[in-house]
């Protein structure tokens, strides 16, 4: 199974930069995050007419919103939420080979690291608190479980171009990648991407719309993750990291499609 977990910044705006990513990559299973488009309104039919005829999608208008798009059929369905919002922002789905299936989109946090004066802050916090406390309970380690999507942390030194420059900016601060670790270990996710390229080696999955030349500045951070349950690490056969897709025409995503292949 080949799994690609992708933020597109809206699908309606990059549909064709996705049938893309379906054509050369040839994926079993999507997962995106910032679909940004109502359930009602989801451009499901260019998908069906390349076989992700199956889909588990929680969406709203303008913000957020999370899929995941198989060429395997789903057995089951959900659509989580956490700190009492319907803010669209996790689903999940079991596929019919047994494997389940999470697209999970974590808030970016605003600009200022202070829960106190920062109130989009202090909700990522909320956020991956109540995930932590509630993964233990609801995934066990034996069973073959995959979570993919947009984390809005780095955690690592060589998941940012500048780890010291980085300390006090939302995405790789201590508590934020204190708080991602905590997550991880509630049942002992392994990092898909990591187990093939080791630290030191850099690897990033998103580069700011701000710089005027992306590719030349590389002022990368890996916001963009595979994790998956100890139950799944011997099947890991390899992966991507779609760097190029951050220069694909005519208006590219931010962030690049990650890939996993699970034998």
Not at 160 to 176: C, F, G, I, M, Y
Not at 177 to 206: H, I, K, N
Request: charged residues 25%.
């Amino acid at each position: 199974m080949r799994l690609a977990t992708w933020n597109i910044n809206s699908v309606r705006l990059r549909m064709d930069l996705l049938l893309r990513l379906i054509e050369e990559e040839a994926p079993d299973v999507v997962c995106l995050q910032e679909t940004k488009v109502p359930d009602g309104s989801f451009p499901h039919g260019p998908l069906a007419e390349r076989g992700f005829v199956h889909t588990a999608i929680a969406g709203m208008k303008s913000y957020n919103g999370v899929a995941i798009l198989s060429r395997i059929p789903l057995a089951s369905a959900a659509q989580p939420n956490w700190c009492e919002r319907t803010d669209c922002r996790h689903v999940s789905a079991v596929l019919a080979n047994g494997v389940e299936v999470h697209s999970l989109y974590v808030p970016a946090g605003g600009d200022e690291p202070d829960p106190v004066v920062n109130d989009k802050f202090a909700h990522k916090l909320r956020f991956l608190d109540e995930l932590t406390a509630w993964m233990p309970g609801a995934i066990a380690p034996d069973r073959p479980v995959v979570l993919a999507g947009d984390l809005n942390i780095a955690p690592l030194e060589s998941d940012v171009w500048n780890h010291r420059a980085l300390l006090d900016v939302v995405s790789h601060t201590p508590v934020e990648v204190e708080r991602l670790g905590a997550m991880q270990a509630s049942v002992g996710w392994v990092d898909a991407v990591r187990r093939f390229v080791p630290e030191p080696e850099r690897v990033y999955t998103w580069w700011s719309y701000r710089a005027s030349d992306w590719e030349a500045s590389d002022r990368g951070r890996r916001l963009d993750h595979v994790w998956v349950t100890p139950a799944l690490a011997h099947a890991l056969k390899g992966h991507k990291v779609l760097r190029a897709a951050r220069g694909w025409a005519p208006k590219p995503s931010d962030h690049v499609p990650v890939i996993v292949d699970i034998g």
